[in-house]
């Protein structure tokens, strides 16, 4: 009996603790195979980021994605049960005080939030954070990832300071804080990835950071369009945007015809219409470092050169996207009277937009990087659509698009006009100078993403 009273006793002091190191056991056991993906901007707009998250699930991890939810993301995303997506709030700034204030205000308020937030988020054994916007974002996940185990790894996709520039000018007070606190914080993480070997490069020599280069690459959706559902894409759209309607109806009643293309009747077949328009596509956030009277303008020359006689199909030009400048930007369009083109700027849904460039004739791509070290993610899904793409021209672009090889790269509107000129001289005819971009694009048998990222980003995670 009394063995069994001592047995009982040893038992109810020692059970709690194992029970409490048990539990712990089974706590972290669970954090390492969790990761948490930051994006202090709308997750739909992120596209890299989704991808991260993607593959983290499908490398057998849960992740939750934090980040603004403005805009809808990728299905894939909403539909996989190891992800979750956890709204952060997003803060408009002050109407009254000083500039500095309102942006002073919004920063302790994201500083707080987020890290609320990811103090009630189960723990994780990486955070992988996008910067920019690093600010206050950098700081808050080092210490919310001291707290709970976590190591930090950030993306760079550019630099914060630099794009703030491009509005305040570079010697601002604010983009100078900016610069300091990128340099400094940015050396708290325990893994940097980066966008190109030259932002590689410039964060090793000034900002004492290694970081692995992970280039973007297109996922698997985005691919060449089957001309049935090229035809159900533009039917769709028709409804919105009158651009994509039918310039003229069918003898044939029952004939579905888009401005592109049309459906028979009888057997269901889908063909090109005969004199149909040429589609070129761009897609923008509509900021400073994308300067769209450059194409506007070669968009006038073309148009000159119809007048005056050339060869050359109507347009359909397609911008997509949102942001600050759009209203601007959009004036100017209607101020230019085109006759032989129509501009379209709408905003797609994530499922219609890989749609859009498997169906179009020319991607045109006017990014120019605000640091000169990132690449324009819209050019690689455009590649893994086999879209040609004429680029602007900026430092570190020959990374991804090689002149005369892939794509054409050019400086100003003149530089342009003459290549949509090249371009489009022959069109549609499979034997002019667009047809063989796309050949070449064909047969490049570019990476993936998911491919890509088990090569290079999963090797590190797993080492660690």
Known sequence: MAASIVALLALSLFLPPLLLVAWKHWRWGRAARHV???VLGDVGRSPRMQYH????????????????????????????DKIQIVGLTDLQRLAVGPHVLQYGV??????????????C?????????QNPPGLPAIVVCWFAGCLRGS????????????????????????????????????????????????MRDDLAENWGIKAVTVYDKPASFFKETPLDLQHQLFVKLSHTYPVFRARSESSDPGTERSAFTERDALSGAVTHLCGRPALLVSSTSWTEDEDFSILLAALEKFEHLIDSGESLPSLVCVITGKGPLKDYYSRLICQKGFRHIQ?????????????????????????RSSSGLDLPMKVV????????VCAVKFQCLHELVKHEENGLVFE?????????????????????????????????????????WERTVLPLISDT
């Open 36 to 38: 948490i993906v930051v």
């Open 53 to 80: 998250a993607l593959s983290l699930a499908k490398s057998g991890f849960s992740v939750t994605l934090l980040g603004f939810c403005n805009s809808k993301p990728h299905d894939e995303l909403l539909q996989s």
């Open 106 to 119: 919004k920063v302790v308020f994201q500083a707080v939030h987020l890290l609320w937030k990811l103090m």
């Open 121 to 129: 988020t189960e723990p994780a054994a990486y955070i992988f954070l």
């Open 151 to 198: 190591k930090l790894v950030v993306d760079w996709h550019n630099y914060g300071y630099s794009i703030m520039g491009l509005v305040h000018g570079p010697s601002h007070p604010l983009v100078l804080l900016a610069k300091w606190y990128e340099k400094l914080c940015g050396r708290l993480s325990h893994l940097n990835l980066c966008v190109t070997n030259a």
């Open 343 to 367: 501009v379209c700027t709408p905003w797609l849904e994530a499922e219609d937009y890989p749609l859009l460039l498997g169906s179009a004739d020319l991607g045109v791509c006017l990014h």
């Open 381 to 388: 899904d455009m590649f893994g659509c086999c879209l040609p």
């Open 412 to 452: 100003d509107s003149e530089e342009l006009a003459v290549q949509l000129q090249s371009l489009f001289s022959k069109f549609p005819d499979p034997a002019g100078k667009l047809y063989q971009f796309r050949e070449s694009l064909r047969e490049s048998e570019q990476l993936r993403w998911d491919e890509s």
